[in-house]
């Protein structure tokens, strides 16, 4: 791969998948690093192709994998696999998020663990390999990457929809509803927020760029800790 940096190489081998040098790093180009860089191409465009590859994979090994499934519940399986949080679970997994090239504000505001920009990177990098080495290894890559969700249903239900989650965990648990408290710190343009949660007597605190990202991402904590005691 001649000059290729040593960490792209090593990301490579973590993914098991041979992607184009300049793919790779066209994929790992968020567009607050382009913009401080003259405008260079940035990585939504195969983020674009990459979504599409993921649906598609997805919807086919579930379509197959589960013929007692009705469309309802494939649907709701699909979402979740292919959801912001799941994909920025299987991100952190193999750590992309040291990866991506980011422009100032998103490097001091946490960007590298912001749900949104590491399930977009996942998103161009199964792009940047469909264009490589084509759909079956695109796909390969996909399936790989979501085994883990695929066997842990549960998982993936809190993934998608954490909040209703933790809900019904707690009311589960004879404990009251969730309580939010969310701030904000930052200009409008790049806002940053926090939300605390508190259920059934665990307190969790989540970031994003939304309040929803924010209380999700809180929900989410919230739900792994209370599972792992009951």
């Excluded at 792209?8 to 998948?17: I, P």
């Excluded at 180009?29 to 599409?52: C, I, K, M």
């Excluded at 790989?144 to 809900?167: F, G, H, M, N, Y």
């Excluded at 930052?186 to 939300?195: C, I, T, Y």
Aim: with cysteine; proline share 4%.
């Amino acid at each position: 791969m001649g000059d290729v940096p040593a960490e792209r190489v090593h990301l490579s081998d973590k993914l098991g998948a041979v992607i184009d040098a300049e793919l790779l790093a066209l994929a790992l180009t968020h567009r607050s690093w382009a913009y401080e860089h003259g405008q260079v191409p940035h990585n939504e465009r195969l983020e674009f192709l990459g979504d599409a590859v993921l649906g598609q994979a997805v919807t086919v090994r579930l379509f197959t994998a589960h013929p007692e499934l009705d469309e309802g519940a494939l649907a709701k399986r699909r979402a979740s696999v292919v959801s912001t949080v799941a994909l920025a679970r299987i991100a952190r997994a193999i750590g992309l998020g040291d990866h991506v090239l980011l422009g100032r504000g998103e490097e001091q505001t946490g960007g590298r663990d912001k749900d949104s920009i590491l399930a977009d990177t996942m998103e161009a990098v199964i792009g940047a390999t469909f264009l490589s080495a084509g759909q079956d290894a695109a796909t390969a890559l996909v399936l790989r990457l979501i085994e883990p969700l695929l066997a842990d249903p549960e998982r993936s239900d809190a993934a998608v929809d954490p909040k209703t989650t933790l809900q019904e965990l707690a009311s589960h648990l004879g404990a009251a509803p969730p309580v939010y408290a969310v701030t904000s710190t930052g200009p409008d343009h790049n806002r940053l927020f926090v939300a605390t949660v508190s259920a059934a007597d665990c307190s969790a605190q989540g970031t994003g760029s939304s309040k929803k990202q924010a209380e999700m991402a809180a929900a989410l904590l919230a739900w792994r800790e209370l599972s792992r005691r009951a």
